[in-house]
């Protein structure tokens, strides 16, 4: 909605430094027209003087997020985690414009196969950043996303103490009831894959997958231990003991 910057003649009002800009991306000569590192450098100069001719009102926190997409955006996956975990102190530090639009950067991170598991490290700072309504819909699709793919072996990390208070803390005890909880409950009832095959595997590959699995339900089972020590009695007796009967 751009109402609020057309004059009733229905002509936009662009400030003279936007005009120019635009100016000076149309030239004729494509030699003539600026980059977008000369636009950046124009508008925050440090040892030159500020250009009226393609220099742009920016606010101040546009070098550092420039700075932050242009290494990210270059460099290999496991390198973009690191730097996300580098930087997201001070890109939570920005205001809601800025931090929205670096945002994309850290919420890929939670589907990327090389870093999804990694990407759960930054979700306490995001989700507290974002705000329980934000985070659900930033966040939380991308959350139950690394239970399905993934079974039986489902990522360690997921039935940590410390993420599962994560989740019920930023995300709200409704929405981790009604959308994560399931997940839990879902790893309880992991079956060791041999019962369902019809030919039978050779000892050594069915006591790994075995073990995996087993592996996998002792650790959904620590983990409905402190769901259930989160959530209190009430709660637990009616989200998960009839839940729990039915497994």
Request: with cysteine; aromatic share 8%.
């Amino acid at each position: 909605d751009v109402s609020y910057d057309i004059a009733p003649t229905g002509k936009i009002n662009v400030p003279p430094a936007v005009t120019g800009v635009i100016s000076a991306l149309t030239a004729e000569q494509w030699q003539d027209r600026p980059t977008a590192k000369a636009i950046l450098c124009a508008s925050f100069p440090v040892m030159t003087v500020r250009s009226n001719r393609c220099s742009f009102p920016f606010p101040d926190t546009v070098p550092e997020m420039y700075d932050y997409l242009a290494a990210f955006h270059q460099a290999e996956w496991s390198r973009r985690l690191y730097l996300a975990d580098k930087w997201i102190d001070r890109i939570c530090d920005l205001e809601d414009e800025a931090f929205l639009l670096l945002l994309p950067s850290f919420s890929q991170l939670f589907t990327h196969v090389e870093t999804r598991i990694g990407s759960l490290s930054l979700f306490p700072k995001l989700a507290q950043r974002l705000g329980p309504e934000r985070a659900r819909r930033h966040l939380l699709k991308r959350i139950i996303s690394m239970f399905e793919p993934l079974r039986p072996n489902i990522p360690k990390v997921l039935f940590g103490n410390k993420i599962i208070y994560e989740f019920v803390k930023r995300l709200g005890i409704s929405i981790f009831l009604q959308q994560l909880l399931p997940c839990y409950l879902e790893a309880l009832a992991i079956h060791d894959p041999v019962c369902n095959n019809k030919r039978q595997p050779s000892p050594a590959a069915s006591s790994d997958t075995a073990e995996k699995s087993t592996f996998t339900s002792d650790l959904a089972g620590d983990a409905m231990t402190h769901i259930c020590t989160l959530l209190g009695p009430i709660l637990t007796s009616k989200h998960i003991v009839r839940q729990l009967v039915k497994i």
